[in-house]
Every structure is written in structure tokens, then in C-alpha cells.
């Protein structure tokens, strides 16, 4: 069964140092893989998806992302982070050919000044 | 823009009282889901639409149902709501197509409930 790991519950980082959530996930064939971000009171929105071609995936906002199969991997990152970025990171794989989605438990980003 | 509302934002209602949640989009997406939010969760899929075909997950209670009258408008409907389904509740949209699937999921601002 398809499976997504965060390992990390909660990250702290300092405004403008470089950040990389990590992001492990279990599945058979190749994957398709989300990245979302979820501010406080407001739904996900979507971030960067990987579904094939290009293992490194450039996003919104600044993130970028990098499919490593041998790793089962999707990694994402940011050179320097802002203080805007504070928020939930959710990695998610596709379930196959169901149209469902399988979320990680998520990532708590804060950002010190 | 074309996007996913969600109304209200903020709904309280009593224990056992239905309650109905709405959501509408203008994606004219033929995938519509229902979410359910509880704090520093992931969000956890109740249910979805593929165009008018209802995919119930096996874990959502029965007291939580759904319609989706058109392509536009979703609803979700709890019969008796307790203490436990005080929650953000989210809708979702996606365009999929025959071998085409998995695409990405365009979330709604969600309706956070409480239960009195």
C-alpha cells in the first residue's frame, strides 16, 4: 500500500537560512508527488507536483523539490526562507488510479526573525 | 478567478443538531472531495465524486453524507453531529480523465465546525 513519511513534526528556522523538508514515500510503481502548504485557517494550496520527466521540480514561492527514486524521495526546499513561509507542509503521493490523495502527517514550519 | 468556496467559513451548531456544509467551484472540475481537518492533522479524505458516481471511504461514519446535485456544487450533510466532529472540513476539486489521473487537488478556504 502506498505510504507517505514526514519525518520531521515541527522545524525551526531563522529568516533568510535555507530550508529542506523531507519527504519519504512508499509505492510500486512510479509516483506522483504533491507538495502543499497550509497557512492557518486557509486550505492547502498547491506548491509543486512531480509526475514525470525533470526529478527536480520548481514550484511557487520560491520552493523547488527533487524526485530521487533510489532514495524514495521528494525533498523539498528553499534557499532562503521568509518570515511568510511559517506554515503546514503536507507531501502527498498520488493512490494509484484512484484520484485519492495519501498525505504525510505534515511539517510545522516556524520562522524566527 | 476560478476557484473553490467554501460557505461558511465558520459554522456552529448544536450537539445532535444537522448541520449542512456547502461548497461550490468554478474549476468545472468533474472530481470533487470532502476532507475532514482535526488540529495538526493531515487532512482525511470522507469522501468524493467522480462526476456523479459517490466513492464513500470505508472509515467515514454514517453519519456524514453528501450530495452533489450538479457539477458545481457539493454539499456535506451530518445527521447528528457530536463533540468528535468539531473539525475544519474541506472540499477539494480535480479534472481527471481517463488515463489521465491523479491530478493535483484545488482546496477550498474549508468551513471550521463547533460543536456546542
Known amino acids: 500500500a502506498q505510504s507517505v513519511t514526514q519525518p520531521d513534526i515541527h522545524i525551526t528556522v531563522s529568516e533568510g537560512a535555507s530550508l529542506e523538508l523531507r519527504c519519504n514515500y512508499s509505492?510500486?510503481?512510479?509516483?506522483?508527488l504533491f507538495w502543499y502548504v497550509q497557512s492557518p485557517g486557509q486550505g492547502l494550496q498547491l506548491l509543486l507536483k512531480?509526475?514525470?520527466?525533470?526529478?527536480l521540480v520548481q514550484g511557487i514561492k520560491g520552493f523547488e523539490a527533487e524526485f530521487k527514486r533510489s532514495q524514495s524521495s521528494f525533498n523539498l526546499r528553499k534557499p532562503s526562507v521568509h518570515w511568510s513561509d511559517a506554515a503546514e507542509y503536507f507531501c502527498a503521493v498520488g493512490a494509484g488510479n484512484t484520484d485519492k490523495l495519501i498525505f504525510g502527517t505534515g511539517t510545522r514550519l516556524q520562522v524566527f526573525p | 478567478d476560478a476557484m473553490v468556496i467554501q460557505n461558511p467559513r465558520y459554522q456552529v451548531t448544536q450537539f445532535g443538531k444537522p448541520v449542512t456544509l456547502s461548497c461550490s467551484q468554478t474549476l468545472n472540475h468533474n472530481v470533487m472531495y470532502w476532507y475532514q481537518q482535526k488540529s495538526s492533522q493531515a487532512p482525511k479524505l470522507l469522501f468524493h465524486y467522480y462526476d456523479k458516481d459517490f466513492n464513500n471511504e470505508a472509515d467515514t461514519p454514517d453519519n456524514f453524507q453528501s450530495r452533489r446535485p450538479n457539477t458545481s456544487f457539493c454539499f456535506l450533510d451530518i445527521r447528528s453531529p457530536g463533540l468528535g466532529d468539531a473539525a475544519m472540513y474541506l472540499c477539494a476539486t480535480s479534472r481527471a480523465r481517463e488515463g489521465i489521473r491523479n491530478q493535483p487537488q484545488h482546496f477550498g478556504d474549508g468551513t471550521r465546525l463547533s460543536i456546542l
Open positions: 509505492y510500486g510503481a512510479t509516483p506522483y
Open positions: 512531480y509526475f514525470s520527466g525533470d526529478t
